[in-house]
């Protein structure tokens, strides 16, 4: 099961290479995202959409909160 | 919705996964950088006014800091529930605080760009809306005045 991270944590995994995705609606993203984001929708959340990430890499999803 | 995207993305055929609870909201709160639409504009949580007079609903009207027009009642967690406004606060000194306060006053959330607040406190002629948590907990005051000068 995917560990939740912290921001602390979370900006050092960038500084080592890990992949950021925003999975809010896209109207969302494109209002506020952080920096180096992808916006990849939950509601589109299939293997086409994966294909732009690195599967060796590790992967942080994130939206508004933890909601 | 970061979890079941994490899990999501495990049956996918990722094996390295996590997620950030914090997500947007705590990013933005910490003040980091964003990017998009609306970094760089100023938001709810930069222009309140974080030093603002409390309450308890037990409280005597007449023992609420007038100060600045306005006094957000809140629960011993700083959970807001509801607001004494000029009016209220220039009623009855000995009236409890619970019985005159102003129900449920619509609040923002701190990463909510200003422009979006000025024009909703316009419109619904708000002097002032608390600042809040997703989970309810006070974060400060925004007065119009200072949202439309931010904007």
């Given amino acids: ?67 | 919705m970061a979890p079941r995207a994490a899990a999501r993305l495990e049956l996918l055929g990722f094996t390295d996964v996590m997620h950030y609870p914090g997500g947007k909201l705590d990013w933005i709160a910490a003040g980091l950088p964003s990017e998009g639409d609306n970094a760089g504009h100023p938001r709810a949580g930069t222009v309140a006014l974080t030093d603002v007079p409390v309450c308890a609903i037990d409280d005597r009207v007449g023992d609420v800091s007038k100060r600045l027009g306005v006094a957000v009642v809140v629960d011993r967690d700083g959970v807001v529930l509801g607001l004494l406004r000029e009016k209220e606060l220039a009623g009855d000194p000995a009236a409890r605080v619970e019985d005159v306060m102003l129900l449920g006053p619509s609040t923002f959330r701190p990463y909510v760009p200003i422009k979006e607040i000025a024009r909703y406190m316009t419109e619904h002629e708000l002097e002032s809306s608390p600042i809040t948590t997703s989970d309810g907990k006070l974060v400060g005051v925004l007065f119009r005045a200072d949202a439309m000068r931010a904007e």
């Fill in chain 1, 1 to 67: 099961m995917a560990a939740p991270i912290d921001r602390d944590r979370l900006r050092e995994m960038l500084t080592r290479g890990a992949q950021l995705v925003e999975v809010l609606p896209a109207e969302e993203y494109r209002e506020d995202h952080l920096p180096g984001a992808i916006s990849i929708p939950l509601t589109e959340l299939d293997r086409n959409r994966v294909a732009v990430l690195d599967s060796s890499r590790p992967v942080i999803v994130y939206c508004w909160d933890s909601a």
